[in-house]
């Protein structure tokens, strides 16, 4: 391998506690010349936040190196030439939209944008976003997890909020985050790498591994985070590489 994708939420930290080792990983793959970005499909935070969490947990990550969905959406729009929609998601994500450009709005909007709301996540909300969408707007999910690792245990993700608008509606979302080829697409250009020749690290054996396989990437699993054996067992999918976490990866380097 010549690069890494690596996951976030479950890969460097679970909750607001660093994975132990994981730090030192990033330090040796910097030093042996290894390129590696970070996608992600968090939603509550904009990109600069993302990263100012990672330094207050210890670790040196710019945020150039941060690949989120929002980004991945706001060139969809910008491409489109279609440049308002409804943002249904939590946290200080939609700083993201509006620095660039974007028009949050809540009627003649171009899309639904549904990420990680949170509590967000209430009928009135849903139901606003199902009247736009009857109305002309299409659904973008800026991911589709079914649930994510917690400090207090799983909870849902947005996946099983973007299934109900989709069955109400008719329509289908576009995917903007992982797996979306695209979207591993940005990350990988930005390293300058094929992806035959990166791997992606994640907890998820669907978004992550499987994703990256069907880019042409290796798919590293951890077994931290929201990683679970029977999940693992059900899915259908082989890894091609299992590592108790991010940190016995330096072993291999």
Known sequence: MKAFLIDLDGVLYVGKKPVAGARECLDLMESRGYGYRFVSNSTRRRRSSVAARLNEMGYEISEERIFTP??????????????????????????DFEDA?????????????VGDAGERFTFENLNMA????????????LERDRYWMQSDGLVLSTGPFVAALEYATGKRAELMGKPARDFF?????????????AAMIGDDILTDVQGAQQMGMKGFLVKTGKYRKDAVAGSGVTPDLVLDSLATLAERL
């Open 70 to 95: 929002p980004l991945a959406a706001i060139e969809h729009m910008r491409r489109s030439g279609r440049e308002r929609c409804f943002l249904l998601a939590a946290g200080d994500v939609h700083r």
């Open 101 to 113: 450009g974007i028009t949050i709005a809540e009627k003649d909007v171009d899309y639904v944008v």
């Open 130 to 141: 199902l009247r736009l969408i009857l109305e002309g707007a299409e659904i973008m999910a």
């Open 185 to 197: 697409g940005l990350a990988l250009r930005d390293l300058g790498v094929k992806p035959e020749d």
